[in-house]
């Protein structure tokens, strides 16, 4: 993820927070909400697997061998900072979807008791 879409999704999450912004389907919000939700696991499973590359031995005991080690470990460190912060890209994305919905159905909420109120 690019540092232009971590920022534009930090902004839309600012703007949804403050009623500003929002998704005004209510099934696509839901639908995005559950995949961001799937997202997030398969990036936790990936960084679990990514902590694995930082513990590398069993290349033997010469130079060349501690030099491919720290070059796994160093490759590691780079996906971790990069998957962490895809993990925060969703969230937000998440909040935005979650704060959609919760709108959407405060809408409804609100539009039923206008028409039952005219009854």
């Known amino acids: 993820m690019s540092a232009e879409d971590v920022a534009k999704w930090q902004k839309l999450a600012e703007q949804a927070r403050a009623g500003e ?15 961001c939700g799937d997202r997030i696991t ?3 499973q990936m960084l679990a697997q990514v902590f694995r590359t930082k513990t590398v031995s069993g290349f033997g005991d010469f130079v060349m061998a501690d030099d491919l080690a720290k070059k796994f470990i160093e490759q590691g460190v780079d996906v971790e900072e990069s998957i962490r912060q ?6 937000n994305m998440q909040e935005v979807m979650r704060l959609s919905v919760s709108k959407l159905v405060g809408q409804d909420v609100d539009n039923a008791g206008n028409i039952k109120g005219t009854a």
């Open 21 to 35: 912004v929002y998704l005004d389907d209510e099934a696509v919000a839901r639908e995005c909400l559950k995949a």
């Open 42 to 44: 398969s990036l936790e």
């Open 86 to 91: 895809e993990i925060e890209t969703v969230k």
